[in-house]
Each structure stands twice: as C-alpha cells, then as structure tokens.
C-alpha cells in the first residue's frame, strides 16, 4: 500500500479547491469563453471572461473533469480575476513551464498564488493536461495562438 | 490451466516488475497485451539471422524472410479458420484493417442514399471510417442500440438493417461494456437484404476461437498487439471474392503485376493490398504469438479468463458506490470491466491504483458516442488476459478500497 504517495498530489488545498470550487458558475456578462476538451478522457471546461479596459473583471468557469482540473480552474480563477490581460497570459506561461519541471524565481512562482502548489503535478506526467487545460482556455480566449 | 498459470506469468518478464515499489498488476489487456518471452526473442531472432526484404530479393536471405512472411499469413488463416490463406491482408492493427474496407470496398460500393449500420458501442476505428464515408457519399449512418445493461439490442437491429444497407460494421467483443455481440446472426440479417457485415475482432480474437465461416464473415479485422504480437501488425481477412473485385487502397512497391508509363495493373490477392515494404517481423512474430497462444489453448484461455470474470464482479458488485457498466451476470461479461466509484472521477482513481502498483484504464476508451449513450465523461476500466490471476484482482478490490479512503468516499 503506496496511496500515502499521492498526498504530494493531492494536497488538502487541492482537495478543498476541487470539493468547493470557486467561480464555478456563468457570468451574466461575458466578453470573451472558451470551451476546451482533454481528448484523452473526454474532460471539457468552459471559461468565462468579463475583460474591461484590458482588465480581467471577473472570470468564471464550467465543465467536468478530475479533482486535479477542477481544482486548477477554481486556483486559476481566483488569481487572474483584477489582472490584466497580458500579466494573465505571463502566469499562464509560468504555469506551463512550472508543471513541466522548468525553474522559476520564487517571485513568479508567487504571481501564481495557491495555483502554485500545481508544480507537485510534474511528478504525475500523465495529469500535467489535467493541470494546464483551464490555463489553455485562458490563453486561448486571451487571443493567443497555441505554440507548444 | 490452474497450474500452470505461474509459469505463463513468468513467460512474460514485463510482469516482474515493482511500480512505486509495488508489484505490477497489469490490467488494461484490452489496449495493449503484453508479449511473452517467445515473441520478444523472436524479433531479435528475426534481425540476427534473416532478415531481408520479402517478394523481391533472389538470394537465400530474401527467400527465407519471405517463407517465414508467408508462413505467417498460412498460420493466421488456419488460426481464425479462413478457407485461404489469400483471404489474409497484413495490416498496421484493426484501425487500418478498418479503413482499408472503408476506403477499398465503401468508396467502390456504397451511393448516395445507401446506409450503413453500425452500434452504439462501437471504438472509433469501427465509427469514424463509416462516419465519413456516409459524409462524403451522402450516405446514411445507423446506430444500433443497446439494451438497459448494455447488450446490443438484436430486435433493433431488426429495424435498423434494411434493404438499403450495404454495409454493417459491428464489434464482436465491446472494448468497454464487457459483451459479446452476435456476429453471426447480424452477419444472417445483413445478408438477407444483400449487405457485407464488417466485424471488428480487436477485442474478440485474442480471448476465443473465431471461426470466420462458420461466422459467415465478410470482413474481419484484429491486432497482432492484443493478442501478445508485437505492435504495428494486424490483419484483414476477406472473402476471396470480395478482396478479388476491390480496388487497392494504397499504391506503390510490390502491389503491381506489371507498370507502365501511364497505366498500371495489380497484383493478385493479397498483395494487391500490401504495397511498399511490410512489417514482415511483425507478422512473423504475430505468427510466434499465435504458437504460444495456441500451446495453452483458445477454449482453455476463454474459460480461465470467465472464471477471472466470475471471481472479479462479485466482489466489485458487494463494494459500496461503484457502478459496472454492462451486464452483471458474469456469464454474459467477457474480461473487460468498465466502472465507476461515486464521487471520484476516473482519472484521479486511475492514478491512485497506480500508486497500488495496479495498471488500469482511465477515460472515454475511444468511443466518445457510447459514453454520451451511457451518459457518463469517462470509466475506469480493467481487463484480464491469460497471465492475469485471481490474486491480481484482490490486489484490484484493495486498491479500490484503499483510494475510497484516501479521497473520504
């Protein structure tokens, strides 16, 4: 019996994030989504934006998925909500290079809040997509193209 | 078989082995089988002493590889019982069996108006080829439905297959729901009203005898890789007079009788359908395969694997908040178990057996329409082979057991 490895994975905050959710709703007033599926489990998440003045107003997301995207799109949501758009799409891609195993100073790792706590998921390869998806959904309705 | 069930495990050196300092248990037999000691020296054995390229080269090499590729193909026909062993296509695995059918005989057969039927349990190499042919030729797709515990529901069948179809591709054993489909008697109906039945045998060949006349197949695809072959091999069994009348479905090397500047003909059956260079260990190896399994004994390997089945689902059964997906009756549920726990999604359950050591399958199993069909994301699922044990199912229960505690469910 090894399960007591998975408490690197699934961490109290990730297990609290995943049970209550937060921002997992609609927006009344949404200017940009974005629904993205994992099609290697069939997982689907939909995000809401409300952007004012290049200002991420309020964010809010929808879908199926594993404690691990749910937890990351309720993390992510409660960080980019009040940031612009390109200090969203910057965490974003300190996000991406964290879950890969890429260093970062611990200043950017702090830009991502509880999100952080994700770089234990580059132990469990198999769930980085997992981990990344609610990231793509941003950078995607942020207008960016897909490049790694 | 029960004694010698550990030696057939230590036939197979992936199995000995520790995953996160546990034993592997391997349960996902149904992706991919694992290859006994035979199979792995014979690819060695193959690049160490013979091989060369097959049907072209004059000297012993070449000659030797191409008895051996031949023998293979000779072999496959007796194993699923063909009447020729020019009935026997090599192929990449099931899904280029599939499409070549698809793309040789639906481009050349099916209109306008036509309709093929296919089921709701079907993989994606069963739906997808079907799928678009009916977008391209305007062609009509028909789903088979399923009964309440997720049996193919042969009264709707009934309706569903009509003096319009032309084609039925159907699965003999689902790759998630566990049931074994009728072949035969779709195979009565479909030609009834003149149409060909397609059966996709990825998940059937490895685990019972198939006898493709007395099933009166016209078509009948499966992989080396489930069936302890190597990877990147697979056959297409038609019957002669089907395969004879298609036109090839890829064109280069080896698959011509004679070319000219602006006009070609083929070669005869089968090598019309094999062009450029083939994966001749492969099918050599994929015969090797066939020895070892054929050594213990199809019958013998398809009642084990039903005894593994009649230990595994009651005890899953007796366990609180998981739901199996398919029959329940074990004497209606082949070695692949697709299920759900309450309140856990298969992906975060999928990485918990891991830490157990236990190997299983997480997701949509490639067939997106029957999960929607059954109204769920995604399953867990685990599946048995010959090498399986009941101890690899205690190992199973605990692990599930042990992740309902680690998550509080």
């Known amino acids: 019996m090894s399960l007591a490895g998975m408490s690197n994975l699934y961490r109290e905050v990730i297990l609290d994030h995943s049970e209550n959710p937060h921002h997992k709703q609609k927006l009344e007033k949404v200017t940009q989504d974005m629904t993205l599926k994992n099609p290697t489990c069939g997982d689907v998440i939909h995000l809401e934006l409300l952007i004012q003045d290049d200002k991420i107003v309020d964010a809010a997301f929808t879908g199926e998925g594993c404690t691990i995207s749910q937890a990351s799109a309720s993390m992510m949501t409660d960080v980019i909500i009040g940031k612009s758009c390109d200090q969203a799409i910057d965490m974003a891609h300190i996000f991406s290079d964290m879950v890969m195993g890429k260093t970062h100073s611990a200043a950017d790792l702090e830009k991502l809040g509880d999100a952080a706590i994700l770089s234990s998921v580059m132990q469990f390869p198999a769930r980085i997509k997992c981990a990344t998806l609610c990231w793509w959904a941003l950078r995607k309705s942020l207008g960016e193209k897909s490049d790694d | ?409």
Not at chain 2, 141 to 152: A, F, H, M, P, S
Not at chain 2, 232 to 261: C, H, S, T
């Open chain 2, 1 to 409: 078989m029960d004694k010698i069930k550990q030696q057939i495990k230590d036939d197979f050196p992936i199995l000995n082995q520790q995953i996160h300092d546990e034993p592997l248990v391997y349960l996902d037999s149904a992706a991919t089988s694992q290859k006994p000691r035979a199979v792995i020296d014979g690819i060695t054995q193959y690049y160490q002493t013979i091989n060369a390229n097959t049907h072209r080269s004059v000297y012993t090499l070449g000659q030797q590889a191409t008895d051996q590729y031949e023998a293979a193909r000779v072999k496959v026909a007796k194993f699923i019982n063909a009447k020729l062993a020019e009935e026997i296509v090599f192929t990449k695995g099931t899904t280029d069996s599939l499409n070549l059918v698809a793309q040789s005989f639906g481009q050349s057969n099916i209109q306008a108006g036509d309709e093929i039927v296919i089921t709701y349990m079907e993989h994606h190499s069963n739906l997808i080829p079907w799928q678009q042919l009916a977008i391209q030729k305007q062609a009509v797709l028909k789903y088979i439905k399923l009964t309440e515990d997720g049996q193919l529901d042969m009264a709707d069948a009934e309706v569903k297959i009509t003096d319009k179809t032309k084609i039925v591709a159907v699965a003999h054993a689902s790759n998630v729901l566990g049931v074994t489909n009728d072949v035969k008697k779709l195979g009565q109906l479909a030609h009834e009203h003149n149409a060909v039945i397609v059966v996709d045998g990825a998940q059937s060949v490895p685990h019972f005898p198939v006898d493709v006349q007395d099933l009166d197949a016209d078509f009948y695809a499966f992989s080396g890789h489930k069936m302890l072959g190597p990877m990147g091999i697979g056959v297409l069994y038609g019957k002669e007079q089907l395969l004879r009348a298609m036109p090839p479905y890829q064109y280069g090397g080896e698959m011509i009788n004679f070319v000219e500047e602006y006009q070609s003909s083929w070669a005869d059956i089968p090598l019309k359908f094999e062009a450029g260079t083939q994966n001749v260990v492969g099918a050599i190896v994929l015969g090797q395969a066939i020895d070892y399994l054929q050594s213990i004994g199809m019958d013998e390997i398809a009642s084990y694997e039903h005894e593994l089945v009649a230990y595994a689902l009651p005890k899953l059964l007796a366990i609180d908040g998981l739901t199996i997906y398919g029959p329940k009756d074990p004497n209606l549920h082949n070695g692949v178990i697709s299920f759900n726990i309450a309140g856990l999604h298969p992906h975060d359950v999928a990485t918990a057996f891991d830490m157990d050591g236990v190997s299983v399958r997480a997701g949509h199993h490639c067939a997106q329409p029957l999960m929607k069909y059954l109204g769920v994301v995604a399953t867990v699922r685990a599946s048995f082979y010959l090498y399986n044990t009941k101890e690899d199912i205690d190992k199973l229960v605990q692990a599930i057991i042990d992740t309902k505690e680690f998550f509080k469910v």
